[in-house]
């Protein structure tokens, strides 16, 4: 094998290869013959054996097999279902990575898409955002798959870039308590009359009462016997979790039973804020992380009193509330009017509605003219905080680089470097604005998922 290993190939799929960098998904990235190669599970400065998975006139992709010589910064993943091995789990890509070094790695990531995406360096580094690396995650999606053939039932992620669900018996990154109800849920699963149509199990974590509250979301894709209700409901007085339904869209998940809280609570105690949610709305996944995230986008937008502040994408109000006990008056935008109706109550909830005003419109056909109007009807807008899903904001980035009434102070929260990237080359190489910081917050630990903010200044 060893002059085979010399030669690059061992075998018609296995090969051997010296591995350069990382690339966006946490991947190896290698050379042979002329192509690029992207190996799971490679590290940079390893010499590694791949499977070859996928071969491409430009590029091939594969998984590690074996590592000849390890990185310093390798590590034995702690969940033994984040493997190199066939199958594993695909919730985490980067435990064999340590922790100080993921995060570098993401930094690099956003960096070089700042760079090569938008032409833009920031004058700043910021200090990364981070929280705890385990038990984390208060929101997560376990598929769920009836698997008739081996007489079972499995709870989890799916496999990594496969369609199969894991079989995993423990999760390192959602709470002790959701982790050990893994198996429990497979046998409830078996018991239950719609165990071929119950496709997924939702998690949510929140506050009821003060006290932290674990809810459980069933996708059923039939009605519920009274026998499925009794199980369920068994199940979760067990457990100590809320059992919730959900037949149809996100609107329609509703508890089990109607004696049961129908909202979860994210606190931001810097700011005296409660921020109520439903179990599927959309909520930042790492609550601690959130918090120290809230706080520095408000320290370094810096409201004062005299200030109108515009919140575009706002969801529920996770930025808007704590804008609005600093601000003059907080503007939330937000495409989902469902969303909007809940911020408003979240709003008077808090003491906040004479303070906040919320809109519902689509904020990816934003122009200049809506733009106008806005200023006319409340004022000289004078900071604005995006948070965007992955698609990014360029409609809103377009306005900011041609608006002559431009805000002075613009901080960009977002999910996907590139987009942010693109956005700041807009708005620095054609309107003129300074990127006078960036960084990254570590939200999702042990995953290549990038999340980060920017400053961005403009001359008054």
């Not at 089990?256 to 931001?268: E, G, K, N, T």
């Not at 179990?279 to 320290?299: E, G, I, K, M, Y």
């Not at 630990?445 to 903010?453: L, R």
């Amino acid at each position: 094998m060893a002059g085979d290993v010399a030669r690059g190939r061992l075998s018609s799929e296995l090969f051997t290869a010296a591995v350069e960098s990382l690339d966006q998904e946490g991947r190896g990235v290698a050379h042979r013959e002329g192509k690029a190669v992207f190996i799971e599970g490679a590290l940079p400065g390893e010499t590694v054996v791949y499977e070859r998975r996928r071969d491409k006139a430009k590029y091939e992709s594969g998984r590690v097999i074996d590592i000849a010589r390890p990185s310093a910064v390798r590590v034995t993943p702690r969940c033994p279902h984040a493997g190199l091995h066939f199958g594993a789990c695909g919730g985490c890509s980067m435990q064999h990575i340590e922790s100080r070094a993921q995060v570098a790695f993401k930094q690099r990531v956003l960096e070089d898409a700042l760079w090569h995406v938008g032409r833009v360096r920031p004058q700043t580094i910021l200090r990364p955002i981070e929280g705890p690396a385990w038990r984390y995650r208060h929101r997560a999606r376990f598929a769920v798959r009836y698997v008739e053939k081996k007489g079972g039932v499995l709870v989890g992620f799916h496999e990594r870039a496969r369609s199969y669900v894991a079989d995993i018996r423990q999760c390192e990154v959602v709470p002790k308590n959701v982790s050990d109800l893994l198996l429990p849920l497979r046998e409830l699963v078996w018991k239950l009359s719609l165990r071929e149509r119950l496709p997924q199990i939702e998690l949510a974590v929140g506050a009821v009462a003060g006290a932290t509250t674990t809810v459980l979301v069933f996708r059923v894709l039939q009605p519920v016997t009274d026998e499925d209700r009794v199980l369920l409901r068994e199940f979760g007085r067990a457990h100590a979790v809320q059992i919730w339904l959900q037949a149809a869209g996100p609107e329609s998940a509703a508890p089990l039973d109607d004696d049961q809280p129908r909202r979860l609570a994210l606190d931001l105690p810097e700011f005296g804020v409660t921020v109520p949610f439903s179990p599927t709305d959309f909520t930042q996944v790492n609550h601690q992380v959130n918090q120290v995230l809230v706080s520095r986008a408000v320290r370094l937008l810096a409201p004062t009193g005299s200030d109108i502040v515009a919140d575009f994408y706002c969801g529920l109000g996770n930025f808007t509330l704590p804008l609005a006990t600093r601000a003059r008056r907080v503007l939330g935008f937000e495409g989902s009017a469902p969303l909007v109706r809940r911020a408003c109550s979240a709003a008077a909830d808090n003491g906040l509605s004479d303070r906040t005003t919320f809109e519902a419109r689509n904020l990816y056909e934003f122009t200049l003219a809506d733009w106008q109007a806005l200023v006319e009807r409340h004022g000289a807008i004078d900071k604005v905080l995006i948070d965007p899903p992955r698609d990014g904001a360029l409609a809103i980035a377009h306005v900011l680089a041609l608006s002559i009434s431009a805000p002075s102070k613009v901080i960009y929260v977002s999910c996907n470097p590139a987009t942010l990237a693109r956005d700041c080359g807009l708005m620095v190489n054609q309107g003129g604005w300074t990127l006078r910081a960036a960084g990254v917050i570590n939200m999702f630990p042990h995953t290549s998922h990038v999340e980060s903010m920017a400053l961005l200044e403009r001359a008054t």
